[in-house]
Protein backbone atom coordinates (compact mmCIF):
# COMPACT_ATOMS: atom_id res chain seq x y z
CA UNK A 1 0.00 0.00 0.00
CA UNK A 2 2.62 2.18 1.24
CA UNK A 3 4.41 1.73 -2.24
CA UNK A 4 1.17 2.35 -4.00
CA UNK A 5 0.91 5.73 -2.27
CA UNK A 6 4.18 6.32 -3.23
CA UNK A 7 4.25 5.69 -6.87
CA UNK A 8 0.55 8.01 -6.92
CA UNK A 9 2.27 10.81 -5.42
CA UNK A 10 5.46 10.66 -6.97
CA UNK A 11 3.06 10.49 -10.58
CA UNK A 12 1.53 13.29 -9.27
CA UNK A 13 4.01 15.40 -8.74
CA UNK A 14 5.69 14.41 -12.01
CA UNK A 15 2.97 15.74 -13.78
CA UNK A 16 3.92 19.95 -12.19
CA UNK A 17 8.11 18.87 -11.58
CA UNK A 18 9.29 16.20 -14.38
CA UNK A 19 12.38 15.40 -13.59
CA UNK A 20 15.21 16.03 -15.80
CA UNK A 21 16.70 13.49 -17.56
CA UNK A 22 14.10 10.88 -16.23
CA UNK A 23 11.85 10.98 -18.85
CA UNK A 24 10.43 14.55 -17.76
CA UNK A 25 7.76 16.33 -20.08
CA UNK A 26 9.24 17.81 -23.29
CA UNK A 27 8.20 21.28 -24.78
CA UNK A 28 8.00 22.37 -28.26
CA UNK A 29 9.08 26.09 -29.13
CA UNK A 30 5.49 26.88 -29.24
CA UNK A 31 5.12 26.05 -25.91
CA UNK A 32 7.85 28.35 -24.61
CA UNK A 33 7.57 31.12 -27.62
CA UNK A 34 5.00 33.08 -24.68
CA UNK A 35 6.88 32.56 -21.68
CA UNK A 36 8.36 35.78 -20.35
CA UNK A 37 12.21 34.52 -19.42
CA UNK A 38 14.10 37.76 -20.10
CA UNK A 39 16.12 38.78 -17.16
CA UNK A 40 15.31 35.07 -15.57
CA UNK A 41 17.92 32.55 -15.16
CA UNK A 42 17.93 29.12 -16.79
CA UNK A 43 15.66 26.71 -15.01
CA UNK A 44 17.44 24.38 -13.54
CA UNK A 45 16.89 20.79 -14.74
CA UNK A 46 16.31 19.12 -11.24
CA UNK A 47 13.70 21.77 -11.31
CA UNK A 48 11.82 21.26 -14.58
CA UNK A 49 8.90 23.66 -14.09
CA UNK A 50 6.04 23.48 -16.50
CA UNK A 51 6.45 26.83 -18.16
CA UNK A 52 3.23 27.02 -18.81
CA UNK A 53 2.66 28.30 -15.56
CA UNK A 54 4.59 31.09 -15.88
CA UNK A 55 3.13 33.11 -18.25
CA UNK A 56 1.06 35.81 -16.86
CA UNK A 57 -2.34 36.40 -18.42
CA UNK A 58 -3.16 38.93 -15.96
CA UNK A 59 -2.53 42.75 -15.56
CA UNK A 60 0.96 43.58 -13.51
CA UNK A 61 -0.82 46.30 -11.92
CA UNK A 62 -4.27 46.08 -9.80
CA UNK A 63 -6.31 49.33 -10.48
CA UNK A 64 -9.39 50.57 -8.55
CA UNK A 65 -13.23 50.20 -9.79
CA UNK A 66 -13.90 52.34 -12.91
CA UNK A 67 -10.07 53.72 -12.71
CA UNK A 68 -8.74 54.45 -16.01
CA UNK A 69 -5.23 52.96 -17.47
CA UNK A 70 -4.17 56.25 -18.64
CA UNK A 71 -3.48 59.51 -16.75
CA UNK A 72 -6.19 61.53 -16.77
CA UNK A 73 -5.72 66.11 -17.57
CA UNK A 74 -5.84 66.63 -13.85
CA UNK A 75 -3.01 64.07 -12.90
CA UNK A 76 -1.10 65.41 -16.55
CA UNK A 77 -1.46 69.40 -15.25
CA UNK A 78 1.07 69.28 -12.52
CA UNK A 79 3.71 67.84 -15.40
CA UNK A 80 2.40 70.04 -17.96
CA UNK A 81 2.47 73.33 -15.60
CA UNK A 82 5.91 72.31 -14.31
CA UNK A 83 7.70 71.22 -17.85
CA UNK A 84 6.22 75.13 -18.81
CA UNK A 85 8.10 76.75 -15.87
CA UNK A 86 11.51 74.94 -16.44
CA UNK A 87 10.98 75.33 -20.32
CA UNK A 88 10.83 78.75 -20.01
CA UNK A 89 12.98 79.81 -17.44
CA UNK A 90 15.52 78.01 -19.25
CA UNK A 91 14.58 79.97 -22.61
CA UNK A 92 14.45 83.31 -20.96
CA UNK A 93 18.00 82.71 -19.51
CA UNK A 94 19.46 81.84 -22.64
CA UNK A 95 17.37 84.91 -24.23
CA UNK A 96 18.90 87.33 -21.28
CA UNK A 97 22.16 85.80 -22.00
CA UNK A 98 22.27 87.11 -25.75
CA UNK A 99 20.13 90.27 -24.89
CA UNK A 100 23.04 91.51 -22.53
CA UNK A 101 25.90 90.34 -24.56
CA UNK A 102 24.43 92.57 -26.89
CA UNK A 103 23.42 95.31 -24.55
CA UNK A 104 26.93 95.45 -23.21
CA UNK A 105 28.96 95.00 -26.05
CA UNK A 106 30.98 97.91 -25.91
CA UNK A 107 31.85 97.52 -22.50
CA UNK A 108 35.18 96.16 -21.19
CA UNK A 109 34.59 92.46 -19.17
CA UNK A 110 34.50 94.00 -15.97
CA UNK A 111 32.12 93.27 -12.74
CA UNK A 112 29.54 95.84 -13.63
CA UNK A 113 28.97 94.27 -16.92
CA UNK A 114 28.38 90.79 -15.43
CA UNK A 115 26.28 92.46 -13.07
CA UNK A 116 24.31 93.29 -16.06
CA UNK A 117 24.39 90.18 -17.90
CA UNK A 118 23.25 88.12 -14.39
CA UNK A 119 20.40 90.69 -13.82
CA UNK A 120 19.00 90.12 -17.69
CA UNK A 121 19.80 86.41 -17.27
CA UNK A 122 17.64 86.48 -14.24
CA UNK A 123 15.18 89.33 -15.70
CA UNK A 124 14.04 87.13 -18.72
CA UNK A 125 14.61 83.91 -17.18
CA UNK A 126 11.50 85.14 -14.77
CA UNK A 127 9.46 86.68 -17.09
CA UNK A 128 9.14 83.52 -19.56
CA UNK A 129 8.79 81.26 -16.99
CA UNK A 130 5.98 83.20 -15.36
CA UNK A 131 4.40 83.60 -18.87
CA UNK A 132 4.22 80.00 -20.00
CA UNK A 133 3.43 78.44 -16.60
CA UNK A 134 0.67 80.82 -16.60
CA UNK A 135 -0.23 80.00 -20.18
CA UNK A 136 -0.44 75.59 -18.75
CA UNK A 137 -2.33 76.65 -15.74
CA UNK A 138 -5.11 78.03 -17.84
CA UNK A 139 -5.20 75.45 -20.08
CA UNK A 140 -4.91 72.52 -17.89
CA UNK A 141 -7.36 74.16 -15.90
CA UNK A 142 -9.78 74.49 -18.86
CA UNK A 143 -8.86 71.13 -20.06
CA UNK A 144 -9.89 69.62 -16.52
CA UNK A 145 -13.99 71.67 -16.61
CA UNK A 146 -14.00 70.43 -20.56
CA UNK A 147 -13.55 67.29 -20.16
CA UNK A 148 -15.72 66.71 -16.71
CA UNK A 149 -18.33 68.45 -18.65
CA UNK A 150 -18.37 66.72 -21.08
CA UNK A 151 -17.72 63.40 -19.63
CA UNK A 152 -15.04 62.92 -22.45
CA UNK A 153 -11.35 63.02 -23.24
CA UNK A 154 -10.28 63.10 -26.38
CA UNK A 155 -8.86 66.05 -29.21
CA UNK A 156 -11.60 68.14 -29.11
CA UNK A 157 -11.36 69.22 -25.23
CA UNK A 158 -7.47 70.46 -26.33
CA UNK A 159 -8.83 72.68 -28.96
CA UNK A 160 -11.45 74.23 -26.62
CA UNK A 161 -8.86 74.76 -23.78
CA UNK A 162 -6.52 76.25 -25.92
CA UNK A 163 -9.05 78.79 -27.64
CA UNK A 164 -9.69 79.39 -24.40
CA UNK A 165 -6.77 79.59 -22.89
CA UNK A 166 -5.58 82.01 -25.95
CA UNK A 167 -9.03 84.09 -25.53
CA UNK A 168 -8.55 85.00 -21.70
CA UNK A 169 -4.78 85.41 -21.96
CA UNK A 170 -5.27 88.06 -24.29
CA UNK A 171 -8.60 89.42 -22.57
CA UNK A 172 -7.34 92.86 -21.26
CA UNK A 173 -6.33 94.04 -24.83
CA UNK A 174 -10.21 93.98 -25.61
CA UNK A 175 -12.33 92.48 -28.23
CA UNK A 176 -9.57 92.05 -30.96
CA UNK A 177 -7.13 90.95 -28.39
CA UNK A 178 -9.36 88.16 -27.41
CA UNK A 179 -10.34 87.25 -31.08
CA UNK A 180 -6.49 87.21 -31.94
CA UNK A 181 -5.74 85.28 -28.71
CA UNK A 182 -8.14 82.72 -29.81
CA UNK A 183 -7.45 81.96 -33.00
CA UNK A 184 -4.03 81.47 -31.55
CA UNK A 185 -4.80 79.19 -29.02
CA UNK A 186 -7.04 77.42 -31.81
CA UNK A 187 -4.10 77.15 -34.49
CA UNK A 188 -1.86 75.86 -32.07
CA UNK A 189 -3.91 72.89 -30.07
CA UNK A 190 -5.02 72.09 -33.65
CA UNK A 191 -1.39 71.82 -34.87
CA UNK A 192 -0.52 69.52 -32.19
CA UNK A 193 -4.12 67.61 -32.02
CA UNK A 194 -3.13 66.89 -36.18
CA UNK A 195 0.60 65.93 -35.02
CA UNK A 196 -1.13 63.46 -32.34
CA UNK A 197 -3.48 61.84 -35.19
CA UNK A 198 -1.17 61.78 -37.85
CA UNK A 199 -0.14 58.05 -37.92
CA UNK A 200 -3.99 57.24 -37.40
CA UNK A 201 -4.90 59.61 -40.30
CA UNK A 202 -2.20 58.49 -42.90
CA UNK A 203 -3.58 55.04 -42.10
CA UNK A 204 -7.37 55.70 -42.83
CA UNK A 205 -6.34 57.30 -46.07
CA UNK A 206 -4.51 54.78 -47.30
CA UNK A 207 -7.27 52.41 -46.50
CA UNK A 208 -9.89 54.33 -48.54
CA UNK A 209 -7.19 54.58 -51.65
CA UNK A 210 -7.41 51.08 -51.65
Known sequence: MEGGAGNSKGSGLGGL????????????????????????????PYL???????????????????????????????????????????????NGLRLGLKETQSMAWSKPRNVQILNMVTRQGALWANTLGSLALLYSAFGVIVEKTRGAEDDLNTVAAGTMTGMLYKSTGGLRGIAKGGVAGFVLTSLYALYNNWEHLKGSLQRQSL
Open 17 to 44: FGAGGMGGPGYSHADLAGVPLTGMNPLS
Open 48 to 94: NVDPRYLVQDTDEFILPTGASKTRGRFELAFFTIGGCCMTGAAFGAL
